[in-house]
């Protein structure tokens, strides 16, 4: 007998594009709610963080709708939480685009990236991405793959990187601790290689 | 470096169609916009941009329905442009599944919009459109780069000078300048290499060459002369280039590119 599709609900900021989010989701296997309800997100397998927007925006709406705790809540209790671009940085510690301190489940904190000469900022575009250390989210992919990048901000390479890639300077391309794994880049605007990440999460979320 | 320099299929959309013109205008039907979408995500595209040409003329917003149906088809990045008026409009072309939305003419108008949307959505989804044109008395003042910018889908000149301008919204909240020639648009003759190389040396943020694609060489040029991505419509819809064919000849000649 199938197995119903597990839940992953979809944290919203209120700041716009949510709906690759969900599609990728869909397409993975999985069910997509998008919520800024704390009692739904708490219900969910799994949660995704997304990002759009400015840092210090994205924390306050998780901290006025009480999710920053529900992913608190599953960082602790070892359940599956994926934190995309600007979602990875509001899991640091802050970022040097805000003032607000961020939700501290992975140390170190974004910093501006430079541009000079070719290397442009926002750094948009597919780029690639090399693994430093092994994860099973990362384990039907070559290295290095190409993601879709749009960002200004980037964490450096730290004790949580687990890839890497390179813009004028090396920075923390994906980062992981205990169930929380988090991507610079665009998963679900990354074709076959961002599908087959977001099929590790549904995976994960039917365990949990 | 290995950043990979894009190539983006346009689609310029008026209801609910695919059209394309000469020089903005003369639109004919190139087809449905979501068969075209799925067919250039599969064919290598690196990113879709989705144009409502007719929309700043009949002042209304972007096809938000067709920008649904594409992005719920396809995994690739979306920017969408074309009448764009406000913060509202901005989100709601996001919630449809945008990732970057383009101002056009509202910001010429407006600048502190691009400051107000950036502030709320982040730079990185604010791409300003600029529609350039050489000037064709250059020595008349007021003094500039030899190009000025024309809004109203390419019929109100402004006087802008169109180099400055790109500055000034970059500066404003553009994360992205998507930089049209109207002279080429539509024509096949090739980019403005000399626009696309004086506005790239202007601004630190990305900037997509447009009008004027013909020849894969075409592509070349206006990526030596330092866009990060190239942009085209009728050459890809009509099928008289691939762009896995443009790819290929860029990167024989050491440009970076990405392999779907």
Not at chain 1, 34 to 56: C, I, K, N, S, Y
Not at chain 2, 22 to 35: H, I, N, S
Not at chain 2, 90 to 105: E, F, H, P, Q, Y
Request: net charge neutral; aromatic share 4%; with cysteine.
């Amino acid at each position: 007998m199938p197995t119903a599709p597990p839940v992953v609900a979809v944290l919203d900021g209120g700041t716009g594009n949510l709906r690759s989010v969900t599609a990728a989701i869909r397409r993975a296997g999985g069910r997509a709610v998008v919520t800024a309800d704390h009692r739904v997100a708490r219900e969910a397998a799994a949660l995704v963080l997304p990002g759009v927007g400015a840092f210090d925006p994205g924390i306050a709406a998780l901290r006025s709708t009480g999710l920053d705790r529900v992913v608190r809540a599953f960082a602790e209790e070892g359940r599956p939480v994926l934190g995309v671009c600007l979602g990875l940085q509001l899991l640091h510690e802050g970022s040097d685009e805000g003032t607000s301190p961020g939700l501290g489940l992975l140390p170190g904190r974004a910093r501006r990236l430079r541009a000079a000469g070719s290397v442009k900022v926002p750094h948009m575009g597919w780029n690639q991405v090399a693994w430093t250390t092994s994860h099973p989210f990362l384990a039907d992919l070559g290295s290095p793959t190409r993601f879709y990048f749009v960002h200004s901000y980037a964490v450096p390479m730290g004790p949580a990187a687990v890839a890497s890639t390179d813009h004028g300077a090396v920075f923390a391309a994906a980062c992981a601790r205990g169930s929380v794994f988090a991507t610079q880049f665009h998963p679900e605007r990354s074709g076959a290689a961002g599908l087959a990440l977001y099929r590790r999460l549904v995976e994960a979320a039917r365990c949990s | 470096m290995a950043l990979a320099r894009r190539v983006i299929p346009c689609l310029d959309v008026a209801g609910g169609r695919v059209v394309k013109g000469v020089r903005f205008e003369d639109l004919r039907d190139a087809g449905d916009p979501v068969e075209l979408a799925r067919r250039y995500e599969a064919e290598g595209a690196d990113e879709l941009t989705i144009l409502d040409v007719t929309a700043t003329l009949e002042g209304r917003a972007a096809t938000a329905a067709v920008v649904e149906r594409i992005t719920e088809h396809i995994g690739i990045p979306v920017t969408v442009g074309g009448g764009v008026r406000d913060v509202e409009g901005v989100r709601a072309l996001l919630a449809a599944g945008a990732d970057k939305v383009a101002l056009n003419t509202q910001a010429v108008r407006d600048p502190a919009l691009l400051g107000r949307c950036a502030a709320r959505f982040g730079v990185q989804c604010m791409v300003v459109a600029i529609d350039a044109r050489r000037r064709r008395e250059p020595d008349r003042p007021p003094a500039g780069t030899g190009w000025e910018v024309v809004v109203g889908a390419g019929r109100t000149p402004t006087d802008l000078d169109a180099v400055g301008w790109a500055v000034r919204a970059a500066a404003a909240g553009a994360g992205e300048v998507l930089l049209t020639s109207i002279d080429r648009d539509g024509t096949h003759l090739g980019y403005d290499v000399p626009l696309i190389a004086a506005v790239a040396a202007a601004v630190s943020v990305p900037v997509v060459a447009s009008g004027g694609a013909g020849h894969p060489a075409d592509f070349l040029a206006a990526l030596a002369a330092g866009a990060d991505a190239v942009l085209a419509a009728s050459q890809f819809h009509d099928q008289r280039l691939s762009i896995g064919a443009v790819k290929q000849y860029c990167a024989h000649r050491g440009i970076e590119v990405r392999w779907p």
